[in-house]
Nanobody, 113 residues
Framework: QVQLVESGGDLVQAGGSLRLSCAASGKIFSIGVMGWDRQAPGKQRELVASITNGGITNYADSVKGRFTISRDNAKNTVYLQMDSLKSEDTDVYYC???????WGQGTQVTVSS
């Protein structure tokens, strides 16, 4: 079983930046994909960004050009650099890895306008 610990969520003003981190530990043999989802209360969870162990990235259209995902395979850690933050980016952000798929507990990002 893989454990994921997220950090970096905070309150920030619109236009500001945050960097989220997620460290994986436990029964790790090879992590294929790492990424971030987000979900606001009453809304469906959506994919924000993902990155394969080969470095191929995928982004939601709403964050393209503003967010950058990266990973350190030696540390089993994934990062999400979030720039030009908007109020609509306010959500709980969940780190995930897989397959098999595991999710972290989430970290709150709040963007004030």
């Amino acid at each position: 079983q893989v454990q994921l610990v997220e950090s970096g969520g905070d309150l920030v003003q619109a236009g500001g930046s945050l960097r989220l981190s997620c460290a994986a530990s436990g029964k790790i043999f090879s992590i294929g994909v790492m990424g971030w989802d987000r979900q606001a209360p009453g809304k469906q969870r959506e994919l924000v960004a993902s990155i394969t162990n080969g470095g191929i990235t995928n982004y939601a259209d709403s964050v393209k050009g503003r967010f950058t995902i990266s990973r350190d395979n030696a540390k089993n850690t994934v990062y999400l650099q979030m720039d030009s933050l908007k109020s609509e980016d306010t959500d709980v952000y969940y780190c995930f890895t897989g397959p098999p798929w595991s999710w972290g507990q989430g970290t709150q990002v709040t963007v004030s306008s």
